[in-house]
Nanobody, 128 residues
Framework: VQLVESGGGSVQAGGSLRLSCEAPGHTYSDYSMAWFRQTSGREREAVGTIDLAGTITYADSVKGRFTITLSKGNDARRTLYLEMNNLKPEDSRMYYC?????????????????????WGQGTQVTVS
């Protein structure tokens, strides 16, 4: 599965951005999905997940500010979104979309980087 993120950029504190993740030629119908983020020298951490039942879980650091949605297009392909509001400088990271067939490794525990096997190339978010 090839994942392609887009939507990153630079924004002032308090602003908003929406990230998108697409998998050309794939529908995600039997995959769990997640957004992760990472800054240089730190572990990649999960921001939020969506499991096969559509249940969405967020990291405490982003609850109430970030929203994950999974939309279905006319061709059955889906786009995973990460809507980020009230952004803070500490949200400045590289953001990655991830996918795993079925449930992620360690499910239902909140995942680590090792829980997902498919990754996008990442998109940079900078908050000043």
């Amino acid at each position: 599965v090839q994942l392609v993120e887009s939507g990153g950029g630079s924004v002032q504190a308090g602003g908003s951005l929406r990230l998108s993740c697409e998998a050309p030629g794939h529908t995600y119908s039997d995959y769990s999905m997640a957004w992760f983020r990472q800054t240089s020298g730190r572990e990649r951490e999960a921001v939020g997940t969506i499991d096969l039942a559509g249940t969405i879980t967020y990291a405490d650091s982003v609850k109430g500010r970030f929203t994950i949605t999974l939309s279905k297009g006319n061709d059955a392909r889906r786009t995973l979104y990460l809507e980020m509001n009230n952004l803070k400088p500490e949200d400045s990271r590289m953001y990655y979309c991830a996918a795993e067939p079925g449930v992620w490794v360690g499910y239902p525990a909140f995942p680590s980087r090792l829980s997902f096997g498919y990754w996008g190339q990442g998109t940079q978010v900078t908050v000043s």
